[in-house]
Each structure stands twice: as C-alpha cells, then as structure tokens.
C-alpha cells in the first residue's frame, strides 16, 4: 500500500486547526473515496482534482484511492483543501517522490484547468499553520501577499499544479501564458469596487467640514479619545450622518495586532483590499437599516458561517444610521458583541467565533415624521416616545455620550468656517489622550477607558475621595443606575486624559454625567 500526507487548515469563524490529509493506494475498484466528514463543497473537490491533474498533464492513478482528512470530527468546508489532497493523491502513487511533499501546509483551490485560485480566509488560516509550528506554507499566488503578513512562516506562492509540482520535483518552473494574471487575480469577491470607492471618499472627509454642532464634534474626540458608545439625535439635516462619518479621522492607525486581527476576519469574509492585504485604518461598518440579523452580526450556514457588520467593525466603527428604523429585534443581536466583545455562531455542529470590539455610533431623528424643525413635527408625545423606545433596552443603556443636536444656524453655516477645527489637530489631542491611558492602562489588557471594568474603577482607578458625592443625588432619585455609574466614570477618565489631570474631579464626573443623561 502506497501512503503519502500533506496538510491544510479547517477554518471556522477565524480559528484554524491543522487537517492531515492522507492518501492511500489500494487493490479494489478504481476511484477516489474523501472520508473524515467533507461537505459538499468538499466531495466537488473530487472531480477539480481529477481534472487538474489530469489537466496538468499528470497521470490519474486508476486504482482505489482513498483520500482521509482527520480530525475527521473537525468541521471542513469550502475548496482550499484541493491542493492537499491532489498533492498526496500524487505523492501516494509516487507520480512525485512520497518525501517530496511530507507534512507540508497547502492551501488553495484548484481550476479544473490546474490553476491554483486563492481562497479567503488564507490570513488566519496561515496564522493558525504558524501557530501549529508549520514552516513552510504553500498557497495560491494571489494569496501569498496575504498569507506573508503572518510573521515566522516561510510563504510560497504558486500560480498552478504544474509549477508546484516542477517545484517539488526539483525543476525550474513552466512556462505558462497566464501565469502573471492568476499571480495578480484575488478571489472575486476580494475586488470589492463598492469598498475601495467609499474608502477613497472617507479619505477626503474632515471635521472641518462640519459647521456649528460644537457639542458633537467634541463628542466625537471624547469617543475617539476613550472608545465610547455615541448616539446622536436630531432632526433631519443638522449633520448626524455627516458627523458620524467623520469619527474615523480621529482615530489612530491599527497596532500591528490589531491590524493583523481586523485583517483575518476580512479575510474570511472576502472584503480585503485587493493588492493591500493589511488593513491598517480602522473599519468603518455602516449597515443600512434594512439589514438582517445575519447581516448585522454574522450567519448563514453550517458550511459557510459569515462575519457580520459588528465583526468587520471589530477595533473600529459600526455606524447604525437611522437607527430607530432597524427591524425588530435585529438591534438585540448586538446584546452579545456589546457584552463579550466576539460573536458566536453556532449551526449544526459547528461553532465559529468572530472578534468584535467596536466603537458604536447611533443616530436617530427624534420622531417618525423627521420634521425639518421641531415645531413642525406633527407626531403626538406617545409616538415620538414609542420611537426611541424602539432604542432602549439593550443599546441606549450603552451608550455612554448622548447628544441632542439642534439644527445649525444660518449664521453658522457661513461664519463658523475658519473656527472648526480640522481632524488632524482634533486627532493630535485623541492620540495624546490616548498615550496617556495607556500609560495608566499600561500592565493590564485593556486600551481605552471604555473597556475598563467596574470593579476597578473602584479600586486602582477610582476618581478623587470626593468627586464622586455629586452622584449621590442622581442615585439616590433613580437617574444613575449602578452601571450607569461605571458609565460615568469611564467618560470622567477620558475627559481627565483629554485635559492631562492626574484624576477625576467633581468637574469631569458631572461633565460625563451631563454626557451619560443626553441633556447637554
Ligand atoms: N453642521 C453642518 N455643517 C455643514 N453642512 C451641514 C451641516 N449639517 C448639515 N449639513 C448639510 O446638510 C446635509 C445633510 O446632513 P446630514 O445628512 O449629516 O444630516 P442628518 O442629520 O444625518 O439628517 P437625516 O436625519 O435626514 O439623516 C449634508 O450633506 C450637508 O451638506
Ligand atoms: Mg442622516
Ligand atoms: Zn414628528
């Protein structure tokens, strides 16, 4: 009996385990036989081998192949398993030498033509391989930019069957016509023309823009500063959506982590940017109000589990215009991402995880009519109350920086131009806020003021002694919740870490508090 085994790697959510794939040789009616639980995709995969190999001018072994991909009990799906498999089909019938390709890391899809086509997901499945102890990682051209931001793994990319197995066999590489076009193909989904354009867009935006709303702009330093949740209401046109968009601009570039993790969960849902494979801004999500729980948080099925838009926000922005306009019951999807900062789903056996720590933005008229000017709104007080009603619960109680915008003046709209602050001096001051919570922050695992927990912002990071006796009130009467407590302080820290105090003061509490209750 003929052996020979290669590996690739099961990817569920963004977590990826190593498959051995095996191939054997045996007396018994010809045929390739896939065990070790593949989905369907996977049982396609039988016929794209065949006919890649055979298109890459190899010989089919006639005889009983048996292909085994364990842990059988490991969730496989999608075609990235094709190279492995066709590479230990061949090692087994010792088309190549068996040694030749032992225990090596492949990812990639084959065309039946031979061509090797990248897959998403290659980033964290790369990742995982590295994690594994894997040296060595073979993958399509067109992923081998993506798979070479993992640090500490050897990359190659190879654009077909025919030139890996030159390689393999210790021969120079084919000539092939189309070599240069697969090299620079990414999967289809990966050029994302609609992306690429809003992202050119948000290139040229700045608070400067905005005129007046001096309370909103300074909201979106302070959230930008701590990693605050925002809501902003007002009537139609005094610039919600225009100042929501601009909250990117403050923000700092990605860590390296950071990078690399927002990276992977792109990656898997096919929306990196061609030829730039690292995101390194953080991500701006807005989902339209018609979208679906799935869209919103993730989904779809047990072969093909889905990031959301609160996962592709992860260590970014989820922007939820309109938000009172969200179906029922869509919005509480966002309980578990708020609370645990990841997603999981689970479907039939399988659980896939996603990262997603963001910053939410919500923006909400104050009434169904959207009246351009309060006192033309037509809606009785039971209505418009019933509509941000629509909000609480689960996502007002988390926000910590509410704001009622007005409708910008006149007068503002043609003299505040040169008082608006541009986003390059707004984001100079978050950068330095910043820098300052992460001295404080420095030996523990949190960034931002936002993600400090309650019980330590009783113990190491407590405001001054007397600080916090202006609460005492708002508890006492119901306004302040326990954990709208935390809330207030959270912001207290930040606007401290804004004007470089040493700690909170009676001034920062009441200021955060007025933020928390929405009445400045
Ligand atoms: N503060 C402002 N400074 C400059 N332009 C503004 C301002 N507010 C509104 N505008 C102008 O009005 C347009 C609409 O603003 P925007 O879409 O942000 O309003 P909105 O509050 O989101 O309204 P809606 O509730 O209808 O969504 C903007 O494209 C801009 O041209
Ligand atoms: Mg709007
Ligand atoms: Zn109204």
Not at 63 to 69: K, N, P, Q
Not at 108 to 123: A, C, F, T
Request: glycine fraction near 10%; hydrophobic fraction near 40%; aromatic fraction near 4%.
């Amino acid at each position: 009996m003929a052996l020979a085994r290669t590996r690739a790697v099961a990817l569920l959510g963004v977590d990826g385990q190593i498959v051995d794939v095996e191939a054997a040789i045996t007396n018994g009616v010809p045929g390739l036989h896939l065990v070790g639980l593949p989905d369907t995709a996977l049982s396609e995969a039988r016929d794209r081998v065949r006919a890649a190999i055979f298109n890459s001018g190899e010989v089919w072994p006639n005889r009983h192949v048996t292909v085994s991909l364990f842990p059988a009990s490991l969730p496989k799906r999608g075609s990235g398993f094709d190279l492995a498999i066709s590479i230990a089909v061949l090692g087994a019938s010792e088309v190549l030498p068996p040694d030749a390709c032992a225990g090596q890391v492949m990812i990639g899809e084959l065309g039946l033509d031979g061509r090797i086509r990248p897959v998403s997901g290659v980033l964290p499945a790369v990742l995982a391989a590295a994690d594994s102890g894997a040296e060595t990682v073979i993958v399509a051209s067109g992923n081998a930019a993506e798979a070479s931001l993992v640090p500490g793994v050897r990359v190659i990319g190879v654009p077909s069957l025919r030139a890996l197995l030159a390689r393999l066999r210790d021969l120079p590489p084919p000539q092939e016509a189309d070599e240069g076009t697969a090299a620079a193909a990414g999967p289809a989904s990966h050029s994302d023309g609609l992306a690429s354009r809003s992202r050119a867009r948000r290139g040229e935006l700045d608070l400067a823009d905005v005129r007046g709303q001096a309370e909103g702009r300074k909201i979106l330093e302070i959230s930008a500063a701590g990693g605050h949740h925002v809501c902003f209401m007002g009537p139609p046109g005094c610039g919600k959506t225009m100042l929501a968009e601009r909250l990117p601009t403050l923000l700092p570039d990605l860590d390296r982590g950071a990078a690399l993790e927002v990276s992977a969960i792109h990656s898997v849902a096919g929306t990196l940017p061609a030829g730039q494979p690292l995101i390194t801004r953080p991500p701006f999500q807005a989902p339209h109000h018609t979208a679906s729980r799935a869209a919103l948080v993730g989904g779809g099925s047990a072969r093909m589990i889905q990031p959301g838009a609160a996962s592709l926000a992860h260590r970014g922005i989820l922007f939820l215009d309109e938000s009172p306009e969200f179906a029922g019951g869509v919005l509480d999807g966002l309980r578990q991402p708020l609370e645990e900062g990841e997603v999981v789903i689970a479907r039939s056996g399988a659980t896939a995880r996603f990262p997603a720590r963001f910053t939410m933005l919500l923006a909400a008229n104050p009434c169904p009519c959207a009246a351009p000017k309060t006192r033309d709104c037509s809606c009785a007080p039971s209505v418009r109350r019933r509509y941000l009603a629509r909000l609480s619960g689960p996502l007002l109680d988390r926000v910590d920086l509410k704001s009622r915008l007005k409708e910008v003046t006149r007068a503002e709209l043609r003299y505040d131009l040169e008082l608006a602050e541009s986003s390059k001096v707004v984001a100079e001051r978050v950068l330095t806020a910043r820098e300052r919570t992460r001295a404080r922050l420095a030996d523990t695992p949190w960034r931002t003021n936002a993600e400090i927990p309650g019980r330590e912002l009783r113990r190491r990071f407590a405001p001054q002694p007397r600080a916090l006796a202006t609460l005492d009130r708002p508890l006492a009467d119901g306004r302040l919740s326990a954990r709208g407590l935390d809330r207030v302080v959270r912001v207290a820290w930040t606007l401290t870490d804004l004007t470089g105090k040493e700690r909170p003061t009676a001034d920062e509490i009441n200021q955060a508090l007025g933020l928390w209750e929405g009445r400045a």
